[in-house]
């Protein structure tokens, strides 16, 4: 579900957004430390939204609908936008 939303995603999503989904992400375990290093280095906004999203994208369908469970937490708007509500 994630390749069909990474546009939009990575065009919609604001910074304050991206940096509590990295925190959620991490917290439970979906992202490592060194990927979320990884992520807090890059000052673009749409390289990070890019590079959270293929890498969740990666880790297979668990890790993507948490993802998405978090991201409809903390935008609801974009969520429904996306159609993922």
């Known amino acids: 579900a994630l390749l069909e939303i990474r546009s939009s995603f990575i065009n919609g999503t604001s910074g304050p957004v991206l940096n509590s989904l990295l925190d959620k ?3 439970k375990k979906v992202l490592t430390d060194s990927e979320r290093e990884s992520a807090d280095e ?3 906004r749409s390289d990070k ?4 999203i293929d890498t969740v994208r990666k880790k297979g369908d668990a890790a993507s609908s948490e993802m998405i469970e978090f991201l409809c937490e903390l935008d609801p708007f974009l969520c429904k936008h996306l ?3």
Not at 49 to 52: E, S
């Open 42 to 44: 890059m000052k673009n």
């Open 25 to 27: 992400l991490m917290e």
């Open 83 to 85: 159609d993922l509500m």
């Open 49 to 52: 939204a890019r590079y959270v």
